[in-house]
């Protein structure tokens, strides 16, 4: 098994910090300023909120990607469209990337 490397991404008031947990079932996303040390908003895939939107998709893969859409959405509701994406030591593959495709289609801009 190979070791996850994790490099430290930084976000500004400015460009926030995308940051996105993946475990085996769920997915976990945040937007951080790190400059205050304050988490903006974030959404888990299971919670209330987000379920609706995500009835549609039956692979986890399509619940990241519609999450990726409905985090995008949010986002701009709180006036971010710049953003810096910390995958938090996953490779860029998978659910990681059909979140990152679906944030990017919703509008951000990473």
Do not use: C
Not at 29 to 49: C, H, P, R
Not at 58 to 71: I, Q, V
Not at 86 to 101: L, Q, S
């Amino acid at each position: 098994m190979s070791k996850k490397r994790k490099h430290r991404v930084w976000g500004t008031a400015e460009r926030p910090r995308l940051v996105v947990y993946r475990s085996l079932r769920y997915m976990h996303a945040e937007l951080i300023d790190d400059t205050q040390g304050k988490v903006l908003f974030g959404l888990f895939d299971k919670s209330k909120v987000v379920q609706d939107a995500l009835k549609e998709a039956k692979t986890k893969t399509e619940r990241s990607y519609a999450l990726g859409k409905l985090f995008a959405e949010q986002a701009k509701k709180k006036k971010v469209s710049r953003i810096v994406f910390d995958r938090n030591g996953h490779i860029y593959h998978g659910r990681i990337k059909a979140f990152a495709e679906g944030a990017r289609e919703g509008g951000l801009d990473f």
